[in-house]
Structure formats: structure tokens, C-alpha cells
T-cell receptor
Framework: GESVGLHLPTLSVQEGDNSIINCAYS??????FIWYKQESGKGPQFIID?????DKRQGQRVTVLLNKTVKHLSLQIAATQPGDSAVYFC?????????????FGKGTLLTVNP | NAGVMQNPRHLVRRRGQEARLRCSPM?????VYWYRQLPEEGLKFMVY????????ESGMPKERFSAEFPKEGPSILRIQQVVRGDSAAYFC???????????????FGAGSRLTVL
């Protein structure tokens, strides 16, 4: 079945280091991906998105890379800060008549050590 | 703009009771979505509603669960005769339009955490 999943459940980094969170997906027809950040006790917060006609997109301190050949995407956070500590989810948004439905992966817990 | 408001934030129910979770979308948003998050899992889509209409309820369990978004007032997710497996965080999101224009217009609430004893 279609799924979006994470390679690693936890990631611990030192403050100032770069973080890389990975995600694999199985539906080759997927064309829109989103990264969310969820802090404890809060709802998911949009970070960055990418469509399948791109292989890289940059935001403020974050970069998303998409490799459609191996159905893999990653989130890179530069100069990780304690405030980046959270669970990060990749998600795929449906297309066509389902262009509202998000399918989430299980998440990666990022811990930033001071 | 207060964002997406969900209440209660925490709800405890005994098996067999009813749970009602409320969601007020952001001002100007007419699309509401409910997601369920089990412990240490990602969110799972449940239902998509517009005012007075259920657009997609493919993620709703066939029994005991219902949702509405009346013309006036918040959207309600109702769980009848709760069981322990219903314990989860229930998130509501709203958007001014469907996702074709991007997920950045979709805003999640802080969630309602249901505990069934």
C-alpha cells in the first residue's frame, strides 16, 4: 500500500551542527511533499514543501532534497538550535481529487544538545 | 487571529462514555480536516468537511465515530461508546481552500488529547 516512512526514529545532534532527517515514500505517483515540525503538546507546524518537478528547495536554515529515482526525501537543518528540538514528519499530499489529504510518516525525534 | 482552536485540550472518559471534540477553524477558513495521532505515530487522516457537508470520511472508523461542521459553530468530532483504543490525540486543521495551492495554507490546531480509562 502507499506509505510514507522514516529511516531513523531519533536523532541527537550538538547545537550548531547540521541535521539531516530522512524519509522514504512508496508511491511513485506522489508529487507533493511537506515537512512538518511538531513540538511537545502542539500541532504540526509547516516547515517547507517541495513538488516533484524540483529536486531541491531552500528556506531559512532548512533545505529539502527530493530524489524521485529512489523515492527519498530529506530535510537538512543548518546550524541546529535548541529550539529545533521536536518531532519532524514528512508527509505527502494527495493529488487530483485527493489534493487535501495528508499521509504522514511516523516521525523522527530530533534532540539538540547544548 | 487566534488560529485553529480546539477544545477541550485534554479529555478523560471511561469506557462506554461519549467524547465530543470541538474545532473552530481560523477566521476565513471554510475547510476543516480531522486527524488522529496514536502515541509515537504520525497523524492519520479521518475526515474532511466543509460547512454542512462531509466531503471525505474515508478515514473514519465505520462505527461510533461521526463528524459535523454546522452552518454556525465549531466542527464537532463525536466518539460514542469510547474504548481504550480510542485514546489518542485528535488534531483539527483548517484551510481557506483545498491543498492544490499548497500545504502552507493548512493550519493545525494544538490538538485534543483523549484518554479512555
Amino acid at each position: 500500500g502507499e506509505s510514507v516512512g522514516l529511516h531513523l526514529p531519533t536523532l541527537s545532534v550538538q547545537e550548531g551542527d547540521n541535521s539531516i532527517i530522512n524519509c522514504a515514500y512508496s508511491n511513485s505517483a506522489s508529487d507533493y511533499f511537506i515537512w512538518y515540525k511538531q513540538e511537545s503538546g502542539k500541532g504540526p507546524q509547516f516547515i517547507i514543501d517541495i513538488r516533484s518537478n524540483m529536486d531541491k528547495r531552500q528556506g531559512q536554515r532548512v533545505t529539502v532534497l527530493l530524489n524521485k529515482t529512489v523515492k527519498h526525501l530529506s530535510l537538512q537543518i543548518a546550524a541546529t538550535q535548541p529550539g529545533d528540538s521536536a518531532v519532524y514528519f514528512c508527509a505527502e499530499m494527495g493529488s487530483g481529487g485527493s489534493n487535501y489529504k495528508l499521509t504522514f510518516g511516523k516521525g523522527t525525534l530530533l534532540t539538540v544538545n547544548p | 487571529n487566534a488560529g485553529v482552536m480546539q477544545n477541550p485540550r485534554h479529555l478523560v472518559r471511561r469506557r462506554g462514555q461519549e467524547a465530543r471534540l470541538r474545532c473552530s477553524p481560523m477566521k476565513g477558513h471554510s475547510h476543516v480536516y480531522w486527524y488522529r495521532q496514536l502515541p509515537e505515530e504520525g497523524l492519520k487522516f479521518m475526515v474532511y468537511l466543509q460547512k454542512e457537508n462531509i466531503i471525505d470520511e474515508s478515514g473514519m472508523p465505520k462505527e461510533r465515530f461521526s463528524a459535523e461542521f454546522p452552518k454556525e459553530g465549531p466542527s464537532i468530532l463525536r466518539i460514542q461508546q469510547v474504548v481504550r483504543g480510542d485514546s489518542a490525540a485528535y488534531f483539527c486543521a483548517s484551510s481557506p481552500r483545498t491543498g492544490a495551492s499548497g500545504a502552507n495554507v493548512l493550519t493545525f490546531g494544538a490538538g485534543s488529547r483523549l484518554t479512555v480509562l
